[in-house]
């Protein structure tokens, strides 16, 4: 079984509560992460910023 971890909408900017989680999850083997995605919130800024602070999980929105 694969796990994922789903971080809902970005707000101002970026969360470190958010990144460190991320983290987490990749430490502990989780497979991706997912970021949300609706009118005035993008998800492939929050995906980017989690990209440069992660080395293999995987990246969806």
Do not use: C, K, N
């Amino acid at each position: 079984m694969r796990l994922g971890l789903a971080l809902g909408y970005w707000g101002r900017g970026p969360d470190p509560g958010q990144l460190a989680l991320v983290q987490e999850a990749e430490r502990l083997g989780y497979d991706s992460v997912w970021t949300a995605e609706a009118w005035g919130s993008d998800a492939f800024t929050p995906l980017t910023w989690i990209a440069a602070h992660t080395s293999r999980i995987r990246l969806g929105t």
